[in-house]
């Protein structure tokens, strides 16, 4: 609120008291309509004040101080003041901030509007019952706003209305009163008491006319004020016996009340000295919270009458009714003791008067006061303003969390209070205003090795022995995606066995988040990289939720034996956060792949024979079968066996080597076409194998040889129709080249006289060429070349072709493909040439 706002809101609210706290400048009022000044206000900081300031400025927190004065008993929703405008603030940021009153008692007797932005009474407030005697009559309240955080005072001072009339204790007062008694002796009656206060209190006492006394009123320090009767005219017993009087007692109020008492005096016989204290004041000290029946003081009368009427009885006269209840006198011995429960919190000083009384009716007054001392009998309470919870676990160190007020009702050292934080947490505790302050952190917080926090905080007197107060606060830290997904393993080994079945799982990847809800939640991502020049997903596929990969086709260990790929844990967050693992799959091989026998070969027209000639020793090598298996391991392990042989005696072969070995000496009586059947077979579970036929013929010449090996007639045909079909499909290639040529010829004419036509016509030519169009120079339209083998034998009725293959000087090429007769091959004595068609 700026001083012209604090002038309009005087100006418009007259029947209103306000005081505010303001840094240090001078506000002058105007009145509008005389353009005279109302009031000057001067507020002025002592050093106590400058100090609370500079804590409000450096813990960010808004403070202010408003002050009403309303009366009391008003109606429930009756308007206090409107407590936006006097603190400066617009609806909005009440509602924004979830403006709210906070105190720390029982009965809240006020209500703030946030949607009017003004204060409303919520309970019936009534003076009396609120403070009892004591003025002024206030009470205290914080208003709260949050984001940022603000806190403002409010104190609502309560004006007394008079709405009480004093009463006495008593309908009737007894006197008995000597008619003896001297001119000008005095009789103290009875006080009455009127709960109001101020002018609305207690203010003057009437005494009915009558001719013997007169009526004198006095004050006690307390402001309290008592009436006593003085003797202007000597009793006469036997004119009047008994006298009865009124005493009315009036407050101050418009229209004003009052309390009526009867006095009823007896005149009594003569007693001529009244009792009287050796002391006028009475001074004693007493603990709170003292035992019953403690002695405080002991008053003493004297009486210098003898007899009944020097007899002194003492007793306790006007005191308040709840002083009445904690202390009593012995009515002989005047020994003054507790009674009742003492608290310094609620009198720290009792005043009472002590009359003495003898026999004769006359008595005398003397005052006590009693100092209360105060123990450590009230441990600090602690009060929550505002706390907030979740936190988030990266908010910066020094951040907010929570308000609390801290009260002690002792005083001296038994109210300083001093507080703290009971374990070892990450949190301090900051004092910004007095009896208040903040809790905030210390630290970085980490949701992952501490979610929730049980903050203890203990508030602590300086009494002997000091009394604390502890309150726990349960502080739970939201999560924010600070940690990316963590695979199990560095590297994750798999084997599968070759030709598996698509979609079998292979493995499973794991990975933890330790955030949680969705920063926590994984996704497994497949690195689509490329693997031999195709995507890695064309062999594998991950599950995204399972984190299960599975083989997508089926692998061969003879085109691959190793997959190494990448999957990425992506968690859910925002920004996500991502791992990457490397997997290595291994293909393990089976024995799929049966031996292959690369030599000798076998031709579908010929068989390959080896020559022994009959002068070979024992251990001739007669060849050697060579065969290979694709596997690997032991089921690329290969045995070789002789299955079947012409003579069985004569043949052995190498288990290891597939050495083929005579084991004896070869006689004439050898046959020359020795027929051996060869089994290659793996070492794989179960094992795979494969035959071949090796033809040897023992002879120590070719004319030997071919005498034995001759033709068959179904081999001549079979022969004169191959080459039949060979020499077709020469004819059939020949002619469609030539054309081919021809017509590219033709075409590459009529193009050359198109250009020319165009050229003399002055045209541009813009030549065409056909997509698939060969350059003249390369190999014509036919992509492929096929090369042909044309070998003459020496018969001129027929003649073989075939692919030429390499052959070592021993071999003999005979025809015998499905019969037992030989034949000697062209390429023994026929001349071959080769020869390229395209």
């Keep these: 609120m700026n001083k012209i706002h604090l002038e309009e809101w005087i100006l418009l609210n007259p029947e209103r008291r306000i005081s505010v706290l303001f840094p240090p400048w001078k506000i002058s009022l105007f009145d509008m ?35 009403y004065s309303i009366p009391e008993e008003m109606k429930k929703g009756s308007l206090i003041g409107n407590i936006a405008q006097d603190l400066g603030l617009d609806l909005k940021r009440l509602r924004s901030g979830r403006a709210r009153i906070v105190t720390g008692e029982s009965i809240q007797y006020t209500e ?42 409010i104190t609502i001072e309560v004006l007394d209305v008079n709405d009480h009339h004093p009463v006495f204790k008593k309908t009737d007062i007894m006197l008995d009163i000597s008619e003896s008694a001297n001119v000008g002796a005095r009789f103290v009656l009875d006080s009455a008491e009127d709960l109001d206060v101020g002018v609305n209190g207690l203010q003057n006492y009437v005494l009915t006319s009558n001719d013997n006394f007169v009526l004198k009123q006095h004050v006690n320090p307390d402001g309290s004020k008592y009436a006593e009767m003085v003797l ?83 007793s306790i006269s006007n005191v308040k009714s709840n002083v009445a209840d904690l202390l009593s006198i012995d009515q002989v011995s005047g020994v003054l003791c507790v009674s009742g429960p003492i608290d310094f919190e609620k009198d720290k000083k009792i005043e009472l008067r002590i009359d003495a009384k003898d026999q004769g009716g006359l008595t005398d ?106 309150r726990t606060f349960n502080l739970k830290v939201s999560d924010v995606n600070d940690n990316a997904p963590v695979f199990s393993q560095n590297i994750y080994n798999a084997f599968i066995a070759e030709n598996n079945s698509p979609g079998v799982s292979l493995l499973t990847v794991r990975a933890k988040d330790p955030d949680e809800n969705q920063n926590a939640r994984i996704s497994y991502i497949l690195d689509d990289s490329a693997l031999d020049g195709s995507p890695v997903s064309h062999c594998v596929s991950v599950c995204a939720e399972s984190g299960v990969i599975h083989a997508v086709r089926s692998f061969d260990y003879e085109q691959v034996k190793q997959l190494v790929f990448v999957v990425k844990a992506q968690d859910g967050g925002s920004p996500p956060l991502s791992s990457n693992v490397t997997v290595k799959l291994m293909i393990q091989d089976q024995n799929d792949n049966p031996p292959q026998v690369l030599y000798p070969v076998q031709t579908g027209g010929s068989v390959v024979a080896e020559m022994v000639p009959r002068s070979a020793d024992v251990g001739y090598l007669v060849t050697k079968v060579v065969a290979v298996d694709v596997d690997s391991g032991q089921n690329a392990w290969l045995s070789y066996k002789l299955q079947k042989a012409t003579d069985r005696a004569l043949f052995e072969v190498g288990l290891q080597n597939g050495e083929i070995r005579t084991i004896r000496q070869v006689t004439d009586k050898d046959a020359v076409k020795q027929r051996l059947t060869v089994i290659v077979e793996d070492n794989g579970q179960p094992s795979r194998s494969a035959t071949v036929i090796v033809n040897v013929a023992v002879a120590d010449s070719f004319p030997e040889v071919l005498s034995e090996f001759t033709d068959f007639t179904h081999d001549k045909e079979y022969n004169d129709n191959l080459t039949f079909y060979l020499v077709l499909a020469l004819a059939v290639v020949s002619f469609l080249f030539i054309t081919c040529l021809v017509v590219i010829i033709s075409v590459k004419i009529y193009r050359w006289r198109q250009s020319r036509i165009l050229y003399h016509s002055n045209l541009p030519v813009i030549p065409y060429y056909p997509p698939r169009y060969s350059d003249t120079l390369g190999t014509g339209t036919l992509q492929h070349v096929y090369n042909y083998e044309v070998c003459r034998t020496t018969d001129s009725r027929k003649s073989d072709m075939k692919y030429m293959q390499p052959i070592s000087q021993s071999l003999v090429s005979v025809d015998g493909a ?5 034949q000697v091959d062209n390429q023994l004595s026929g001349n071959c040439s080769q020869m390229s068609t395209l």
């Design 365 to 470: 007054s003397s005052k006590v006061i009693i100092e209360v001392i105060d123990v450590n009998d009230n441990a600090p309470t602690i009060s929550v303003m505002s706390f907030t919870s979740p936190v988030s676990e990266d908010s910066p160190p020094g951040t907010t969390i929570g308000i609390i007020n801290v009260k002690d009702l002792d005083s001296g050292d038994n109210g300083q209070v001093t507080c703290k934080i009971e374990q070892n947490a990450p949190f301090r505790i900051k004092s910004t205003l007095r009896n208040y302050y903040t809790l905030v952190t210390d630290t970085v917080l980490d949701r992952e090795t501490v979610s929730e926090h049980n903050i203890t905080v203990v508030a602590t007197d300086a009494g002997m022995p000091p009394l604390s107060t502890k």
């Design 33 to 67: 309509a005389y353009q005279q000044p109302l009031c000057k206000c001067r507020v002025y900081f002592g050093p106590q004040r400058v100090m609370l300031l500079l804590l409000l400025y450096s813990f960010n927190i808004v403070a202010g101080q408003i002050r």
């Design 232 to 314: 202007q005219k000597q009793l006469d017993r036997e004119e009047a016996p008994h006298i009865a009087l009124k005493l009315i007692a009036v407050d101050g109020g418009n229209p004003p009340r009052s309390g009526t008492v009867n006095i009823n005096i007896n005149v009594l016989d003569a007693n001529d000295n009244a009792p009287a204290f050796n002391q006028t004041v009475y001074k004693a000290t007493v603990t709170e919270n003292a035992a019953k029946g403690t002695n405080i003081i002991t008053v003493n009368a004297t009486d210098p009458d003898s007899g009944s009427n020097g007899y002194i009885t003492y």
């Design 818 to 822: 499905g019969t037992d007769t030989p």
């Design 112 to 153: 703030l509007k946030t949607d009017k932005g003004i204060l409303v009474v919520n309970e019936r407030i009534d003076r009396e019952q609120l403070c009892g005697d004591v003025t002024p009559c206030s009470f205290s309240f914080e208003i709260i706003l949050e984001n940022p955080m603000e806190l403002h005072h």
